[in-house]
């Protein structure tokens, strides 16, 4: 399966963007999705994670109350929706598909990668 991330972009602080992964090639409708993010100099980390039916959703700490994670399986699109945007979710997001039906904070626990979309946010 290819993953295509979309959707990044520069907006100020407080503000919203709303990323989309797509698949192709086969769809990740029975796989968990991720979101993860690499800031300049950082390790990647993890953002988001949603299971195979959307009904087990969870965040990190630093994008709880903040950013919404979605799915539309019959799109085969997993939607990452960004509020209250500040300048350290400055990173490229990468969406991935998990190795199960369940979504991991471990990165190890994916097995298709995105190629990564850029958000840029100012203050």
């Known amino acids: 399966v290819q993953l295509q991330a979309s959707g990044g972009g520069s907006v100020q602080a407080g503000g919203s963007l709303r990323l989309s992964c797509a698949a192709s090639g086969r769809t990740f409708n029975n796989n968990g999705v991720g979101w993860f993010r690499q800031a300049p100099g950082k390790e990647r980390e993890f953002v988001a994670g949603?299971?195979?039916?959307?009904?087990?959703?969870f965040y990190s700490d630093s994008v709880k109350g903040r950013f919404s994670i979605s799915r539309d399986n019959a799109k085969n699109l997993v939607n990452l929706q960004m509020n209250g945007l500040k300048p350290e979710d400055t990173a490229v997001y990468y969406c991935?598909?998990?190795?199960?039906?369940?979504?991991?904070?471990?990165?190890?626990?994916?097995?298709?990668w995105g190629q990564g979309t850029l958000v840029t946010v100012s203050s």
């Open positions: 991935a598909s998990a190795l199960s039906s369940v979504a991991s904070r471990n990165p190890d626990r994916y097995r298709y």
């Open positions: 949603i299971n195979w039916r959307g009904g087990d959703i």
